[in-house]
């Protein structure tokens, strides 16, 4: 019996599993359950040499191994074999950072201002830590940070000697330090720093490749000497940081490079005519989205006759969106030329739009938008004038007629509020019937003849009038009736004259007549008669034979050879014709 072996861990998205009992030559697919979505995911498809098959797994960059509750076993066709619960984690050992190559500050401080002590940054590191001695004393922490930098405002004018050391630290310990030179140190009240920004200002969410603002606060400068700032990035958690501004204003425009980070920081520092920065003033983290907006629908449809007072179905196509995220679209619409204002949004491809009556023009336009609620370009139709014109209108009794066994007529009445002057078309079927000019307020009769009536096949049918007035206004109303014949029947309108009766006959009928239904075929010598002598002659003509007339009798004043032809469908499916009828007769 197939199962699952217990998953060893070799990495944060690597680990093998063996299952065993499995059919040699076969091919076997591994899936994962990722608990944080709730979903399966494909992880591994192998062929087995033996009964068993290690699977030597590298998740995508989307998920660890942390992720994974269950593990199943597939055949090579995804039919479920057998499954296991899992929970694997991954703790790589830390190795304890480097000692900070440099450590670097001056040798000759002014007490008074600040010293910037500043240190090689370590690989692995998380954070450091400086330490300061005062005048030959003991050293004591002064800064502790992520940063490879520190500004120190704690010398006064009693200190005469700084020693400066830094360390590296992480989760598996702390480097040994790096020790910087004694420096000297001397008390004089130079130039002043200006104060740190107020305030800095960024966007909790950015995007790659778009341009977005970061602002900060004014600074001071007691010595009335501030030229400016420098904006500071970081795109790596502030391990490094690249200037991307310096000037006076209090805001830039930055551009992050499409796909160069998915967050960022900035910090932000003022700097006097004498090189003296204040502190920095950092932002929080900002996530980058590096996401392409869709492209534009490729067309937009705006019927060509748009009317005051009614609806206009305005239709676009489809937009893609390489990231995968489109979520739907934003219809606009400018009526009279003026600002485009949103009429809908959502994810259908079409919309029903009330026109109202008084407008001169409409013109829509419509764009694609994103899960980021990031639009495309405008897809935009051509501007439409509308029509403010009342649309005909046809009255009737009702528009379903019901079963109809004959010729059978109904009467309608066309009006228009603004013409006299009307185009009335009657179809059958879609087949027009006839065309004529009609009057409003009056009342017109719908005929249907016998022999249209005959020409009418069974079911649900349907007749139609279409009422345009002079405006371009057009109107259709649609009335259904029924037809359900089950029985033909039909003979010559005229008999064949004869000198004497008919006494032998042949006839050949073409015809297609389903199993089930009747077929009867009838001949007469006497048609004349006020009640002529049928014979029944069905089976001859079935069989192509001659058929004798045995009537020798007559009323009428002369003898004539008639035949008729009967077909009841009664349970019979399918199509029922008869498509000639010859024969000879003496």
């Known amino acids: 019996m197939a199962s699952i072996g217990t998953p060893t861990v070799t990495g944060e998205r690597n680990f093998t599993v063996t299952c065993i009992g499995l059919e040699a030559g076969s091919t076997y697919q591994l899936w994962s359950w990722i608990k944080s979505s709730n979903t399966q995911h494909f992880t591994d498809r192998a062929k087995a040499s033996s009964s068993s098959i290690t699977f030597s797994v590298t998740l995508t960059s989307a998920y660890t191994v942390s992720d994974i509750n269950d593990l199943d076993l597939r055949d090579a066709y995804g039919k479920y074999i057998t499954n296991r619960n899992v929970s694997m984690h991954y703790s790589p050992s830390i190795a304890t950072p480097s000692t900070p190559s440099s450590i670097s500050y001056s040798t000759s401080i002014n007490s008074y201002n600040s010293t910037r002590i500043s240190w090689g940054s370590v690989s692995g590191a998380t954070s450091y830590v400086l330490e300061r001695s005062i005048n030959g004393g003991s050293f004591s922490q002064v800064y502790s940070g992520t940063a490879t930098s520190y500004t120190d405002y704690g010398l006064n004018s009693s200190t005469t000697r700084v020693q400066y050391r830094v360390k590296a630290v992480n989760s598996g310990g702390s480097s040994s330090y790096k020790t910087g030179s004694s420096a000297t140190v001397y008390y004089s009240k130079p130039n002043v720093a200006p104060t740190v920004p107020s305030s800095i200002t960024v966007p909790s969410t950015v995007y790659g490749g778009r341009a977005f603002t970061v602002s900060w606060g004014k600074s001071t400068d007691s010595d009335g000497n501030l030229s400016g700032y420098k904006l500071e990035k970081s795109v790596n958690g502030g391990s490094t940081w690249t200037q991307i501004y310096q000037g006076s204003s209090t805001s830039t425009s930055v551009t992050l490079t499409f796909g160069e980070a998915t967050q960022v920081m900035f910090r932000v520092r003022a700097y006097d005519s004498s090189s003296a920065h204040s502190g920095y003033k950092a932002s929080g983290t900002s996530t980058v989205v590096n996401n392409k907006v869709p492209t534009a ?3 937009i449809t705006v019927p060509l006759n748009i009317y005051g007072g009614k609806t206009a179905v305005v239709t676009w196509t489809a937009a893609t969106d390489s990231d995968g995220n489109l ?4 219809l606009e619409r400018s009526v009279n030329s003026g600002t485009y204002t949103q009429i809908y949004k959502g994810a259908n491809k079409s919309y029903s739009d009330n026109i109202t009556k008084g407008w001169n023009t409409v013109q829509y336009r419509v764009c694609a938008y994103d899960s ?5 370009a405008y897809k935009t139709a051509q501007v439409r004038n509308i029509i403010n014109n009342e649309l005909p209108v046809i009255t009737t009794s009702s528009t379903n007629l019901g079963l109809k066994t004959g010729a059978f007529s109904f ?10 002057k009307l185009t009335v078309v009657e179809k059958i079927n879609g087949v027009q019937k006839k065309s004529f000019t009609a009057t409003s307020g009056s009342t017109y009769i719908f005929q249907i003849t016998q022999q249209e009536f005959i020409c009418i096949l069974n079911g649900t049918n349907t007749l139609s009038i279409t009422v345009t007035d002079t405006d371009g206004g057009v109107t259709t109303k649609n009335i259904t009736f ?13 008999p064949f004259e004869t000198d004497a009766e008919a006494s032998v006959g042949i006839m050949n009928v073409v015809r297609q007549i389903p199993e089930g239904a009747d077929f009867i075929i009838e001949a007469c010598n006497n048609a004349y008669d006020t009640n002529p002598t049928w014979e029944d002659v069905t089976r001859f003509v079935r069989e192509g034979r001659n058929f004798i007339l045995l009537n020798e009798q007559k009323t009428a004043s002369k003898w004539g050879f008639s035949f008729r032809v009967t077909v009841r469908r009664n349970t019979a499916t399918g199509e029922i014709y008869i498509s000639s009828i010859g024969g000879n007769f003496k």
């Open 411 to 420: 009467s309608y009445t066309v009006s228009d509020q603004e013409s006299n």
């Open 372 to 376: 980021y609620n990031e639009k495309g």
């Open 482 to 494: 029924q037809k359900q014949e089950n029985e033909i029947a039909f003979t010559l309108k005229t």
């Open 327 to 330: 979520s739907g679209y934003i």
């Open 297 to 299: 629908p490729q067309s």
